[in-house]
């Protein structure tokens, strides 16, 4: 196993604003907003209507589908009614709105742990999938999915991401200070699963305190060790932990598990742990408030549904002077930007970052044209040709994006356009190209129905 991948950059890390701030719970006091569709596949159906009494841990809406999950109320109170409500991305989605009494009573007790020794297999997924799991890593996949592949013995690695490789965030860092006997035991209910898998925790090494305390908790597990990784951007990307790991490339059109390995976020392992132990749902994640114009960046266990705004000001609103130049609901390379904090955080939103300057704004100021220097191609961890790419999208050559540049196998990670000295947009010009060509895909399989 390598302690790398191929390509990659190395950002300002930011993460001194709050790597000390230790994980607290954050008790919100206003409405409570859950949009319907917290992941990927189909969005979950409401199961509660207006004026119902629910609790923390009721279930609100029920998954719809295979690819769905149900969501779970983290407050007590009363429904105020399902209605369009801004989310992350800045659309209108269906939501249940909830009048929080500052209660927070709970529906169920989650504090008895279960014998989960003489649990089947299916027992355990089904636990999962009832908590409403998904992956905490950012892509919200449904996780129980995740846990049911073709061929269960043909899985060779069960990956734990620790890396946390995005610049300013430290939850993850923290959370595995702080619980990594439950992040070890989340990642032992996984490996039941998969009888010839070993466990493998990757954690950059910029994290010395989080290593110690998840070795610690892995000593004497001979299935589980702790892999220690060069700090690098998209270090905790899934094909970069695989490529490192396993030492497998696969195109877009193959799963991990197709290659032999499942990669989970050490979030959704403490959160299946919860599930499988303690019959809790999933309600809350850990989160990080940060930024240079925030007065105190620390991190948090943030109830799904909380508002953005809303902690913020718990953490102290913004510096003397400061002004909010951008903010973004994740950190500065793949986060997405917001027009408001009267939104929503949800369960696969893991950061907030406030910048008093915008890095954007300043790239555009000295934008240039391609100065064709390869850099871009030469930082791609997929190996793609970025600056070819753009020329494509640019020109609307879709099919050539597509087809010929392999664009759809893009992950989005920000590394070609961090690296441009010309300062290109490629990131932002590959996200619309994308989303033309699925716009296409289900317009052309709409129109053969």
Sequence with gaps: MKNTFRGGVHPEGHKELSRESRLRLFDPKGEMVFPLSQHIGKPAKPVVKKN?????????????????????????????????????????????????????TPYADYTQREDASSLSNQEIINRVQT????????????????????????????????????????????????????????????????????????????????????????????????KTMVTKYPQGGERSLIQAVAGVDFPTAQLPADVGCIVQNVGTLYAIQRAVLYNEP????CFTITGEAVANPGNYIVRVGTSFAELLEEAGGLKDGAEIKKALAGGPMMGVALGTLEIPIQKQSNGLTVLAEDPVEAA??????????????????????????????????????????????????????????????????????????LENRKREGGGQK
């Design 131 to 226: 908590a409403g799991v998904v992956g905490l890593g950012g892509a919200g996949f449904p996780t129980y999915v995740k846990l049911q592949p073709k061929n269960p013995d043909a899985i060779e690695y069960v990956i734990a991401n620790g890396a946390e490789c995005e610049p300013y965030l430290t939850c993850n860092d923290q959370l595995m200070r702080i619980h990594s006997n439950e992040i070890v035991e989340g990642l032992e209910l996984v490996l039941r699963l998969f009888p010839t898998a070993k466990g493998v925790i990757c954690i950059e090494d910029n994290k010395p305190e989080a290593i110690e305390a998840m070795a610690r908790a892995a000593s004497g597990k001979p299935r589980i060790s702790v």
């Design 364 to 437: 555009e100021a000295i934008m240039t044209s391609c100065l064709r220097c390869g850099r871009c191609t030469t930082v791609c961890p997929l190996g793609l040709t970025p600056q070819l790419m753009c020329d494509a999208a640019e020109a609307g050559n879709l099919e050539r994006f597509e087809k010929k540049l392999y664009g759809m196998d893009c992950i989005q990670c920000g590394s070609c356009t961090f690296a441009c000295p010309a300062k290109r947009p490629l990131t932002p010009v590959f996200k619309q190209a994308k989303a033309e060509i």
């Design 282 to 285: 999933l309600f809350s994640q």
């Design 52 to 104: 119902d009494e629910v609790k923390v841990g009721q279930l609100l809406a029920e998954a719809d589908g295979f690819i769905s999950a149900p969501i779970h109320s983290s407050c007590s109170g009363t429904v105020k009614g399902i209605e369009k409500r801004r989310v992350i991305g800045g659309s209108l989605a269906d939501c249940i709105v909830i009048s929080n009494d500052g209660q927070f």
